[in-house]
């Protein structure tokens, strides 16, 4: 099994800027895309960051020019920088990943950090 494990959530001011960081214990596994999903109070879950293996990313129209993804394989560890916070940026933040298991990909899910933007 792989586990991610967040951190970098907190408190911020809307203007301000945070990191979030994932780490993946793969006990053997490679991880093909990886990314980062956000659940506000009361909303679905969304795609806010992904990351293919090659590097290649795409982002939710909402966070275009303010997030960037990024991935270091050697550390299975993806990040996401956040910039110009807005009070809509709050919400728990998941960490997930693709698992390569062959013929098919299964999902690995972080436990979820909490970013909470006043305004």
């Known amino acids: 099994q792989v586990q991610l494990v967040e951190s970098g959530g907190g408190l911020e001011q809307a203007g301000g800027s945070l990191r979030l960081s994932c780490v993946a214990s793969t006990n053997g596994f490679s991880i093909n895309a990886m990314g980062w999903w956000r659940q506000a109070p009361g909303k679905q879950l969304e795609l806010v960051a992904g990351?293919?293996?090659?590097?290649?990313?795409n982002y939710a129209d909402s966070v275009k020019g303010r997030f960037t993804i990024s991935r270091d394989n050697a550390k299975n560890t993806v990040y996401l920088q956040m910039n110009s916070l807005k009070p809509e940026d709050t919400a728990v933040y998941y960490c997930?990943?693709?698992?390569?298991?062959?013929?098919?990909?299964?999902?690995?899910w972080g436990q979820g950090t909490q970013v909470t933007v006043s305004s």
């Open positions: 997930n990943a693709k698992i390569d298991i062959g013929d098919y990909e299964d999902d690995a």
């Open positions: 990351i293919t293996g090659y590097g290649r990313t």
